[in-house]
């Protein structure tokens, strides 16, 4: 088959944008080097039948109508709003914390008089950021915005990023609400979902087109080259567009050195049992050295009587010449931002060379977020 199109990777973006070409009748290749499609929403039975999601746990929401329209036409969703709760000081208690939480760990007279400052001192808004509390003049919320920091915060984040608590952006410290209230959903975003057969079941669907031709288990850097700004396919030079989900650092061969990322150790377990934990994801923000567990009954409503998995998530350092390590979370500072410019100026000077993705363009994206680039990067490039 001559292609059109050459895509690398089979996650949502790749998949996204294959199916878009497909559709208006573009030959696609797409390469992909696991041996599986779906990147990391992957997700697989296992011998207990339990279908447990292979990269770590994935709950799709989001506010775009337009990424929920365009993934309903692939597959049947349910509403599905998911909650978390976390082990602090031996208790299970909301997370974000919320006043339940409070009220959990605090005795009652407290937890009544911490409510009631803060609701007088934050009347217009339902969540608050821990920094603010921590920066009230008020001792009382001062003092609730410090333990809610040492108890939920801190360890997690050294757990996650491996970082001292002192180079933690202080933006990411302001990312983490508290809620003034009972809401104890984890996201707030309009729709949330979640694939009734599953995300592997939506990718086939996605892919099911004879425009598309996929080759697994196949690094497409063993066949795609560039030389003189162009792209070359076993040697020849390729004249159609060729969209890059992969890290874009492994396509110019770390020429300005590995971007870096943390991976994760993700350990999976069965137990004789109907139910492990009381919720799907419960935090371990201090103990422990994972940092939390996913119970995969709760995601998939599966019936299957004496039996559970779960997974255990241990965060861990990124090799990048260590083929059994994912890059799973991209550390973005300044000085890696600015690795990363230098290597899209390369990409720059390919016409027809596009970056898509989490690893293309060094991002955290969410699947919402990352569906809607492939969208919008369609309607740029489609003619
Ligand atoms: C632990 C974890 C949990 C998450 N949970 C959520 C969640 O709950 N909700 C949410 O919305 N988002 C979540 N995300 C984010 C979500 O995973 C991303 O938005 C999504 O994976 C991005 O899709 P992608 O196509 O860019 O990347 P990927 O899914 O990683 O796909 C890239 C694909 O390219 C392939 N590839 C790379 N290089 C090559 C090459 N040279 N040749 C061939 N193939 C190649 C890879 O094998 C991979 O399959 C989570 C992320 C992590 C790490």
């Known amino acids: 088959m001559k292609y059109d199109v050459i895509i690398v990777g089979s996650g949502f973006a790749g998949s996204v ?62 509403f599905y709003e998911h909650k978390v709760l976390g082990k602090i000081n031996n208790k299970l208690v909301p997370i974000p914390f919320n006043f339940k939480s409070l009220e959990l760990l605090y005795e009652q007279t407290k937890a009544l008089e911490i409510e009631t400052k803060l609701k007088e001192e934050y009347k217009d808004t339902d969540k608050v950021s821990i920094l603010s509390l921590i920066n009230s003049q008020d001792k009382t919320i001062k003092e609730f915005g410090e333990f809610v920091y040492e108890n939920v915060f801190r360890n997690y984040t050294a757990k996650q990023w491996n970082i001292k608590i002192s180079e933690i952006d202080k933006s990411v410290i302001d990312r983490v609400p508290v809620v003034l209230g009972y809401d ?45 700004n162009k792209v070359y396919l076993k040697g020849k030079e390729f004249k159609g567009k060729v969209i890059y989900t992969g890290a874009i650092d492994e396509l110019f061969d770390y020429k300005f050195g590995p971007l870096p990322y943390r991976s994760l150790k993700l350990v999976f377990e069965n137990y004789d049992m109907n139910y492990y934990q009381p919720t799907s994801v419960l935090n371990y923000p201090n103990e422990e050295d994972y940092t939390r ?62 970056m898509c993705g989490r690893l293309a363009e060094y991002k955290y994206y969410n699947m919402d977020a990352v569906i809607f680039r492939a969208l919008e990067l369609f309607k740029e490039i489609e003619n």
């Open 293 to 354: 567990i996913t119970e995969f009954k709760y995601f998939s409503n599966q019936i299957i009587d004496g039996s559970t998995t779960i997974l255990k998530e241990y965060p861990l350092k990124y090799d990048y010449k260590d083929k059994t390590k994912v890059p799973y979370y991209a550390i973005i500072n300044p000085s890696n931002i600015e690795k990363y410019n230098k290597y899209f100026e390369l990409v720059k000077s390919i016409p027809n060379l596009y």
């Open 184 to 228: 104890d959903r984890y996201f707030n975003d309009k729709y949330q979902f979640m694939p009734k057969d599953g995300y592997t079941k939506i990718f086939e669907n996605l892919l099911d087109s004879k425009n598309i031709e996929i080759k697994l288990s196949t690094n497409a850097l063993e066949d795609l080259s560039i030389k003189d």
């Open 17 to 78: 944008l294959a199916r878009c070409f497909a559709d208006k009748g573009k030959k696609v290749l797409i390469y992909e080097k696991r041996e599986h499609i779906a990147g990391n929403m992957y997700e697989e039975v296992l011998e207990n039948g339990i279908r447990v999601h292979k990269y770590g746990p994935h709950i799709f929401h989001t506010n775009q109508k337009e990424v929920l329209d365009f993934l309903k036409k692939y597959g049947e969703w349910y």
